[in-house]
């Protein structure tokens, strides 16, 4: 690969250090790169917003400097463009991400010299209905999360599966992860760790009021729907749906979600020599 994007957390980076390391590098080495125009006004969910729209056809990497939150913005603004990205982790944790700023010599070698390898990772789609309308649809990389909102109180969610009822959660919440979200909010809740190919959908509850409740792990090719029920005769209920962490919707009693496997996925760069139980191990501390 010798055409980058390079797109850059500024907050993360904000004297450019590791920004002009891998401009410098990428030029020294025979390649070029590109870098979106910076829209200096926050989007709704308050993230960086950046112009994609005179992205060059041939890019063959984006490099994306900043943490997982980065990177996730990056997958669902650039998915139709079937990219590959390489993540590179200036912030905390930083599980998606492929490698460390104090690898960036090393990890930009591989991707140069087509030494590394791309996995394809499963999305979510997600379509919020209010009666049969219409009020939300968007992609997600890790999750798909419905919670309560309002007042501090357990709201009842209805579990369908290929149109089958489930199971009904009183709850805080519940949580539809891909294999790659598993990592993530889902394993906070409790959820299983899954393998980054296994074709399979996580649906985990946030704090369940009952002692039976565990996460379900149901087939790739399943369709989830999730309804907001009625827990007081008098008082809707209050939920939001989130995507990624963002691009928040309210809902309602009635309102419902469907989810299912996104045709499209993300592409994620994997250096040569890791492997998912050897970042398993460094980033969470187990195996």
């Known amino acids: 690969m010798k055409k980058f994007a390079l797109l850059t957390n500024y907050s993360k980076d904000k004297r450019l250090v590791y920004t002009r390391m891998i401009k410098t590098y990428i030029t020294e080495n025979g390649g070029s790169y590109w870098i979106p125009r ?9 993230d960086q917003r950046y112009d994609f729209s005179d992205m060059p056809g041939d890019i063959e990497c984006v490099l994306v400097l900043g ?8 997958a669902r603004e650039l998915f139709q ?10 912030g905390t944790l930083g599980f998606l991400t492929s490698a460390e700023k104090s690898e960036l010599p090393k990890c930009l ?3 140069l010299d087509d030494s590394c390898s791309i996995d394809e990772r499963m999305m979510l789609e997600g379509v919020a209905y209010h009666g049969s309308e219409k009020i ?4 997600a990389l890790n999750d798909v999360i419905i919670a309560r909102a309002g007042f501090s109180r357990l709201v009842e969610l209805k579990i369908y599966v290929n149109g089958e009822l489930l199971s009904i959660y009183n709850a ?6 891909t294999p790659t979200g598993s990592t993530g909010y889902s394993l906070s809740a409790g959820g299983p760790i899954i393998f980054p190919q296994t074709d399979v959908i996580v649906i985990t509850p946030i704090c ?28 809707k209920e209050e939920a939001m749906v989130t995507f990624d962490g963002r691009s928040a919707q309210e809902l309602e009693t009635g ?7 996104a045709q499209e996925t993300t592409q994620l760069i994997r250096l040569k020599g890791r492997s998912f139980y050897q970042v398993l191990q460094n980033k969470i501390g187990t195996a």
Not at 38 to 46: A, C, H, Q
Not at 136 to 139: A, G, V
Not at 172 to 177: L, R
């Open 255 to 261: 309102d419902r979600i469907e989810i299912y496997k």
């Open 67 to 74: 943490g997982d939150g980065t990177l996730l913005q990056a």
């Open 136 to 139: 939300q649809m968007n992609i």
């Open 81 to 90: 463009r079937h990219i590959p990205l390489l993540g590179i982790n200036l």
């Open 38 to 46: 910076y829209i200096s006004e926050p989007d709704k969910d308050g």
């Open 109 to 111: 070698d591989s991707v």
């Open 172 to 177: 805080d919440g519940i949580i539809v992860s």
């Open 208 to 235: 369940p009021h009952s002692l039976q409740a565990r996460s379900l792990v149901v087939s790739g090719e399943d369709r989830i729907m999730i309804e907001i029920g009625r827990r007081r005769k008098t008082q």
